[in-house]
Structures are given as structure tokens and as C-alpha cells.
């Protein structure tokens, strides 16, 4: 028997999740982990779409089943192989209600007939389903409500080049909880941000990577983030996130200006798109104005990455210090000249015990 889960249930069972919308519908957004197996590739399900809207229900379903039926075979050995592949790596299995083991999840866009003939064909060939009642849609809700569920934030601050992301890694690696927002986005935050980064993702599938991380977070300890404006990127930070950040007490990284410059000299100055940081500057030309944007553009065609570097950071420390002195929580700095990273976290979590901010993680205390 097809067993229906609510999206928190669905997302805590075991077995892969398959996505049954077309193809453009998952590549903009789909739940974290899922794998695209559609009934309908993006021209059979526009064709569909067009019949039902001209000739009806019963018309679209007969198309559909036209476009499905040489499929049948394909899609149950996929999602066979799917399943066999999952529990070898698991090793497990889930109970979703008493004596019924779920095998395989599978969803589309309203859990409508697209994922009920996808459950019924993958039972009826022996496989255990679990449908996703209102599909992609209510998990799209699920979001929302979670990104809106209060939980204590730290934000890291700090001038650009001071090493943040690096810093978040390492207290991760004490056992605090971290949110990595600019390594979900794939982007830096900056203008020079996306340079030998992957694409980024949709500021959909932003907000569905962020929400399963921030679902997974307790309420007992804080939740490392860096600062960051609205956007990173392309990426629009949730808006109920955003606005806990903006309120969060800010733990501060101090390093000198020469020091930024060397760590952001080895992340950028041996960039072989040169084009990518031509592009970039010239996209905060209003910004740095004619003059310094001239002499940037000067010193990256000459491979001085050290110069055009410093004449940035004027721009983007003046942004960030105007963006700091608007927070309305308090602000602990945290001067960390020539620490790396993993001293440098041990000095921020001593900043935030001290403040009362967090209690020490036992693997911290160990080491």
C-alpha cells in the first residue's frame, strides 16, 4: 500500500527521493538529495499542459499516457536500480507506519496524478512508496515556516579578506553548528565573488538548501553565520533568516590591512580568468570611481593583484563599516593578527563564552 507522508515525515524517512516533474521544473529547484525521474520531458509536459487547457482533462490524461506508456519499463528498472544503490549506502531501512518499510519517496508538483501513477506503477512492480502529500508545493511551504522558526545566530563579521569563511570552517570542525551561506550559494559575496566557483544555484533552491540546514540546527546552541547583505550573489537570502542575522550579536574578525591583502592576493591574484576580474571591477566602476577603477584595471592586466586589491578594499570596507554601524545588537571585536584559522576560532569562541554568547562544545574543550 502507497503510504502518504506530511513534508516533515517525508523528509526524515529513508530511501531515495524521486522527483517526477520535468526536467526544467527540478533543474530550477528540487529538494536537497532528490533525483530528477520524469514522467514527462519538458516539450510532452508543455504539450500535455496545452490539451488539458483546450480540450480537457480526459484528452490530457490520454495524451499523457500516450508519452508514458514506452517509458514504463525504463522508469521501474531506474528506480529499482535507484533503490538497490541507496540501501547498499544506507544500510538501512525506514519504518513510515507500523510492518510498512519505505523503499523509495517519490513526489511532483502538487502530489497530484504525476506521483500517484508513478506510485502505483513502482508498487504494483513490487516496490514500497511514499508519497509526499501536496508534493514539491507544500514542501515549498515547509520552507517558508521553517526559515521562519527563531533559533540564536551569532553573525561573524569582519572586513572583507579576513578570512571568514575559512574561520566558519574550522569552528564547525569544534563542533559548533554553522551555517555556510556563501558555500551553499556557490559565490564569495563580493563582486569578484563567482570567480572558480560553480554556477549558483536558483534563489529557490537557495532558500531549500538553507531551510534543510536550518531544519537541522537545535535551539540549544547558536548558529554560526556570516555576515552578508540581502543577496549573495544572485542568491536572495530568506527574508525571516535575514532579519535574526541583522538582530544577531556580532563577534567581529580584526585583521590589518596587510594581511587582508595577502590572504585575498592567494585567493584571487593567481586567477587565470582575467577577463572574469576585469569584468567584476568594472561592475563597481560607479562605486570606485573613475580614477582608482583605471588604476585597478591597470594593475590586474599587469599581474599586480596586490594593488588592485588594495585599491578595492577602500570601497568595501567603507560598505561594510556603513553596514555594521545600522545592526542594532551589540558587537564584540576580535583583534586576531597572524592566528590561523584554527587558533583564530578558539579565540572566537573564548570572545562569545565570554559574553556570555555560547557555552563551550565538548570537542573544543578537548583540544
Not at 533525483?35 to 490530457?60: M, W
Not at 590589518?256 to 592576493?265: A, D
Not at 594593488?307 to 583583534?335: C, F, H, M, Q, S
Request: with cysteine.
Amino acid at each position: 500500500m502507497v503510504v502518504a507522508l506530511s513534508v516533515a515525515q517525508f523528509l526524515q524517512a529513508e530511501g531515495p527521493i524521486f522527483d517526477v516533474r520535468s526536467p526544467g521544473e527540478f533543474d530550477k529547484a528540487h529538494i536537497p538529495g532528490a533525483t530528477s525521474l520524469p514522467l514527462f520531458n519538458n516539450d510532452e509536459r508543455a504539450a500535455v499542459g496545452i490539451c488539458y487547457k483546450h480540450q480537457g482533462h480526459e484528452a490530457a490524461v490520454e495524451l499523457g499516457l500516450g508519452f508514458v506508456g514506452p517509458k514504463l519499463v525504463d522508469l521501474v528498472q531506474w528506480a529499482k536500480a535507484e533503490r538497490r544503490r541507496s540501501q547498499q549506502e544506507s544500510g538501512a531501512t525506514s519504518e513510515v507506519e507500523p510492518g510498512a518499510k519505505t523503499a523509495v519517496r517519490v513526489h511532483c508538483w502538487r502530489g497530484g496524478m504525476r506521483s500517484s501513477s508513478m506510485a502505483a506503477l513502482l508498487e504494483a512492480a513490487g516496490v514500497p512508496v511514499a508519497l509526499l502529500e501536496g508534493g514539491y508545493k507544500a514542501f515549498r511551504g515547509w520552507v517558508r515556516q521553517c526559515m521562519g522558526t527563531p533559533k540564536p545566530v551569532i553573525t561573524l563579521g569582519g572586513m572583507t579578506g579576513t578570512a571568514k569563511t575559512d574561520l566558519l570552517g574550522a569552528l564547525a570542525a569544534t563542533g559548533e553548528q554553522t551555517l555556510d551561506l556563501e558555500g551553499l550559494a556557490n559565490h564569495r559575496g563580493s563582486s569578484y565573488g563567482a570567480l572558480g566557483l560553480p554556477p549558483q544555484p536558483s534563489t529557490e533552491h537557495f532558500e531549500n538548501l538553507v531551510a534543510i540546514a536550518w531544519d537541522g540546527f537545535s535551539r540549544d546552541r547558536p548558529i554560526w553565520i556570516e555576515a552578508e547583505s540581502r543577496s549573495v550573489g544572485s542568491c536572495r537570502v530568506p527574508p525571516e533568516l535575514f532579519e535574526q542575522m541583522v538582530a544577531a550579536p556580532v563577534v567581529e574578525v580584526q585583521r590589518s590591512p596587510q594581511e587582508r591583502v595577502k590572504y585575498l592576493t592567494q585567493v584571487y591574484g593567481e586567477s587565470s580568468d582575467l577577463d572574469g576580474l576585469l569584468a567584476a571591477t568594472e561592475r563597481i566602476r560607479k562605486r570606485l570611481g573613475g580614477a582608482r577603477t583605471k588604476t585597478t584595471l591597470e594593475a590586474i592586466k599587469k599581474g599586480d593583484a596586490a594593488t588592485a586589491i588594495a585599491i578595492v578594499l577602500e570601497y568595501y570596507d567603507r560598505t561594510y563599516r556603513y553596514d555594521l554601524d545600522k545592526r542594532p545588537g551589540p558587537i564584540y571585536p576580535v583583534p586576531m593578527e597572524g592566528l590561523d584559522h584554527t587558533v583564530g576560532a578558539k579565540a572566537l569562541l573564548a570572545a562569545a563564552r565570554s559574553a556570555g554568547l555560547c557555552e563551550a562544545s565538548e570537542v573544543a574543550l578537548n583540544h
